[in-house]
């Protein structure tokens, strides 16, 4: 077997905010798990596939909205997870930011209680 390459500190930051957010999905009740896993798991890939590596200063700008995500998750009163996506405005103003912005992604977290506004809303790119 090959041996593996080290891994930076980026990127071990970057896999340990992952588990983090893998054992707080464990700590939801059980019918959420799997959806919250799924959820996470599609945000990281599709991060990791199309985020330049040498974009430093994006990919802590993501740590830090992931880790602000990981706080709100952590919340008792936070139960669930979803995403939706929708259409960018932004083609209306610059019409080559289009293609670039078509898909973006959006995670909210929803509260406990019905009644209530969602305890956290997360956004991710």
């Not at 979803?82 to 289009?98: H, V, Y």
Request: proline share 6%.
């Amino acid at each position: 077997m090959a041996p593996r390459s080290k891994l930076s500190g980026m990127q071990k930051q970057v896999l340990g905010l992952y588990r983090d957010f893998l054992r707080a999905a464990r700590k939801k009740p059980p019918e959420e798990r799997n959806r919250i896993r799924s959820i996470i798991s599609s945000e990281f890939h599709e991060k990791a596939k199309n985020v330049d590596r040498k974009n430093f200063l994006y990919i802590e700008y993501l740590m830090r909205r992931g880790k602000k995500q990981l706080e709100q998750l952590n919340n008792p009163e936070t139960v669930s997870l979803s995403t939706f996506k929708f259409a960018s405005s932004s083609a209306a103003i610059n019409p080559s930011l289009d293609n670039q912005n078509s898909n973006i992604s959006s995670s909210e977290l929803h509260a406990a209680e019905p009644d209530k506004e969602p305890a956290a809303k997360a956004t991710v790119q």
